[in-house]
């Protein structure tokens, strides 16, 4: 392998990875979000919700599982410290925070791929 093609194969093994994880990230929010709202009518309306409610939960903890793995291997990629690992992985349990993470992060690792 060449000089040459090093940057090029970097580029496209960390774009993939940042595609990974942006599918993740808009996946495990919007998951998150509906369990939300399960939660919220389940209260106004008690028994209603009740199987859609368990469903989405364990979904959601399984899709932030995946949602952890697409963090860590972005992370690795673009070789992050822990310390910046650790917000972004959070944001997959707080409701629109994965939303607000997946831009920055994809601001902050185009603007890396650029230079």
Not at 26 to 51: D, Q, S
């Amino acid at each position: 392998m060449t000089a040459t093609q090093t940057p090029a194969r970097k580029t496209q093994k960390v774009g993939g990875a940042l595609t990974r994880y942006r599918i993740m990230a808009f996946t495990t929010g919007v998951v998150l979000i509906a369990g939300c709202i399960a939660l919220i009518v389940k209260a106004i309306h008690p028994g209603g919700m009740e199987p859609l409610t368990g469903i989405l939960w364990v979904l959601h903890g399984y899709l932030y599982l995946v949602y952890v793995i697409s963090v860590a291997d972005l992370a690795l990629r673009v070789r992050w410290p822990l310390v910046r690992i650790i917000p972004i992985a959070l944001a997959g349990t707080i409701p629109t925070m994965s939303f607000v993470a997946e831009h920055y992060v994809t601001k902050k690792v185009r603007a890396e791929l650029a230079q």
